[in-house]
């Protein structure tokens, strides 16, 4: 997806990095991809990986000091966020680009009746007037199937379950039909059923808004059901990216490969147990990133090259138009080589 | 309601637990009573994992500090090895700490951050073996911290130097210091990334090879819990709804609440996830006020005699 359809968004070689005191941490090297529009790009990452830093850093939200960004571009639509002034950055957030994060009780304002909360970005961007405003927060409440909206739209945060609180911030990201939504561990949160009720919803918005998600978490398995496109995010770097069947199904770099097969197979039973494959060591410190691959230290098919230098990220050879991955080892051929020694 | 395993003398036998915390009303009345647990039981047998799985607020973390008295049922008895544990001295109880641990969710704030993690781990031995000689000690927490897979010299060392999934390992060494013969893990991986939880199983899993170790796994992952548990327990409103061996509960889930939360898993593999998401009509819930007892429907899978709404 995504070669006949405009570019929405356009993510050039991004770098953030956070001032402490053992030094700079350097949370996000060099990160760049597009999104079409319409596409839902899922961006799997552990902590540390910069795939929220790097959101919020080209929404303007990271704090500055101690963040930096130390380099890049991200065009929204042609214009380089990174330089626009507030005000003007201000526009877009929560108007074309809508967001959701994973907390919603403290993204929202507990001081504050929901109404209030989803009617401020519908002045500020749409410009309604109160009544109208008001009009258009219980429909967005109703599409995000809040019951009896109409009543509940001057209660508090505190009044809604943690599920509706994050129907409430949906709403809220979708209250100006953006181009783009993002969503940050938005379901992390909740209990297994209501992340797939929230899921369930976006997918049917997306259908009718026709926006574009960067979907964020660290769980393979929403991934596999929303995104069109993938991205594995590792040490502030993209370690693989392409269409969501190519990555599941061909991974070429072997962290993707080591989370795949860390996770227990929900339809095996006792029988057919085995030992769960671990990835041994742990995440770089990124006060000091390492100067090659970052997961080289944890690659059992690291070669010498990529403790010293980093690989860019490229078609990987044979795989799907597209599918890229940042990698001096060959992946396919390791694992033939395992198929045939067993 | 008695669903007790038939082979094996229990280690830990739970019955008719209940929680209940006074709701004071705003005017300083007597208020109504929240049921956070009510009327649960199960065994769990030596070497076993049962898992506990439910919501948030559907009493399973309520459940694993009631089993292990750090707060003790409203109602019930917990036995353990035949001992109710309600019934003893201070002191006896004391002794029998040695013997029942925790692992929590949360490594970071289990840890005290000006102790050294030797001394951490240390600690049981200063409380419950006060004569253990000092070197005696150290080869004690050297071979702990070596078990759980740490550098020995690391004892050192402070918890700020160590990650997440060390952390938690710190934890794991210290449970397993006085030769415990259970552990309750409440969510011991929900706040690892996901590249180190399987680090963390399997070391519970060799831990339970070697030492027998039983363990309540309290985890809202549905997918590690039937790779490490053998009997599950889902729990609904406070309730048991459904208790069997793991393969049973996910290939033939009765209860209805068991069938809406193993049918929103999602799956690692976007062609199955993508059908399962056009199917996911969600199951309708049942209703709350009608769990009832368990009833056996197949050997050693017990039920939740439900009406659905």
């Known amino acids: 997806m995504g070669q006949d359809r405009e570019i929405l968004l356009d993510v050039r070689d991004l770098a953030v990095a956070f001032d402490s005191e053992g030094g700079a941490v350097h949370a996000v090297n060099g990160v760049s991809y597009t999104l079409a529009e319409g596409e839902t790009l899922g961006i799997v990452g552990e902590s540390g990986s910069g795939k929220s830093v790097h959101v919020l850093a080209m929404l303007g939200l990271i704090p500055r000091p101690p963040g930096r960004i130390t380099g890049g571009q991200v065009l929204f639509q042609g214009r380089d966020l990174l330089g626009l002034p507030e005000r003007e950055l201000r526009k877009i957030r929560g108007g074309q680009i809508g967001f959701v994060f994973q907390d919603p009780m403290s993204s929202l304002n507990p001081g504050m009746t929901v109404a209030a909360q989803i009617i401020e970005p519908l002045r500020i961007h749409l410009g309604l007037d109160g009544r109208a405003a008001r009009a258009r ?159 080289a230290a944890r690659n059992i098919y690291a070669t010498a090259r990529c403790l010293t230098e980093a690989p860019p990220l490229a078609q990987a050879p044979g795989a799907a138009p597209g599918h890229l991955v940042a990698a001096w080892y060959d992946l396919p051929a390791h694992l033939a080589a395992e198929e045939a020694a067993r | ?131 253990m000689a000092r070197a005696e000690r150290r080869d004690e927490v050297e071979g702990l911290l070596a078990r759980v897979g740490l550098d020995p010299r690391f004892a050192q060392r402070y918890p700020h130097q160590f990650s997440g999934g060390q952390r938690q390992r710190i934890c794991i060494a210290r449970a397993i210091a006085l030769k415990p013969s259970f552990i309750v893990a409440d969510e011991p991986i929900a706040a690892l990334d996901v590249s180190i939880q399987a680090q963390v199983v399997n070391l519970l899993q060799d831990l339970q090879d070697e030492l027998g170790i039983s363990y309540l796994f309290i985890s809202h992952d549905l997918r590690m819990v039937r790779y490490l ?57 049942a209703d709350p006020d009608a769990i009832g007892g368990l009833v056996e429907v197949a050997p050693g899978h017990w039920v939740a005699d439900t009406r659905y709404s």
Not at chain 1, 248 to 260: E, I, M, N, Q, V
Not at chain 2, 47 to 72: C, D, Q
Request: aromatic share 6%; with cysteine; proline share 9%.
């Open chain 2, 229 to 285: 548990c053998q009997r599950v327990a889902v729990l609904w409103h406070g309730r048991v709804v459904e208790l069997a061996e793991a393969d049973a509960l996910y290939e033939d889930p009765r209860h209805p609440y068991t069938r809406r939360l193993l049918s929103a898993v999602p799956v690692p593999n976007p062609v199955e996830e993508r059908a399962r998401l056009r199917a996911a009509a969600l199951l309708p819930p």
């Open chain 2, 1 to 131: 309601m008695k669903p007790e395993p038939a082979d094996r003398y229990p280690l830990l036998s739970v019955r008719n637990l209940s929680k209940h915390y006074p709701l004071r009303s705003w005017w300083g009345g007597k208020g109504s009573v929240f049921r956070a647990v009510q009327d649960v039981s199960f065994d769990i047998r030596p070497g076993e994992t049962l898992g506990l799985v439910g919501e948030s607020g559907s009493g399973k973390s309520t459940i694993g500090r009631a089993v292990t008295m750090l707060n003790p049922p409203s109602a019930g008895t917990v036995a353990f090895e035949g001992t109710d544990l309600a019934k003893l001295s201070a002191g006896e109880m004391r002794r029998m700490r040695a013997r029942i641990q925790m692992v929590f969710q949360d490594p970071y704030a289990a840890l005290n951050p000006r102790m050294s993690i030797g001394d951490y781990v240390a600690e049981p031995f200063r409380l419950h073996r006060p004569g």
């Open chain 1, 137 to 295: 927060a219980k429909d967005l409440l109703d599409l995000v199937r809040i019951p009896n909206a109409g009543a509940r739209l001057d209660q508090y945060p505190h009044e809604f379950s943690g599920g509706q609180r994050q129907r409430v911030m949906i709403a809220i990201g979708l209250s100006c039909r953006p181009k783009l939504l993002i969503a940050d561990e938005a379901t992390t949160a909740l209990d297994v059923t209501v992340q797939a009720e929230i899921i369930a919803l976006v997918q049917e918005l997306k259908r009718e808004i026709g926006m574009a998600i960067v979907w964020i978490t660290h769980d393979l398995g929403v991934v596999a059901g929303i995104a069109d496109t993938v991205q594995v995010m590792y040490a502030g770097r993209i370690l693989e990216r392409g269409p969501v069947d190519d990555i599941f199904r061909d991974p070429r770099s072997a962290y993707t490969l080591g989370l795949l097969r860390s996770l227990p197979d929900l339809s095996r039973g006792r029988a057919g147990r085995r030992r769960l494959h671990q990835i041994e060591g742990a995440p770089p410190d990124m006060r000091h990133p390492p100067p090659g691959d970052p997961f």
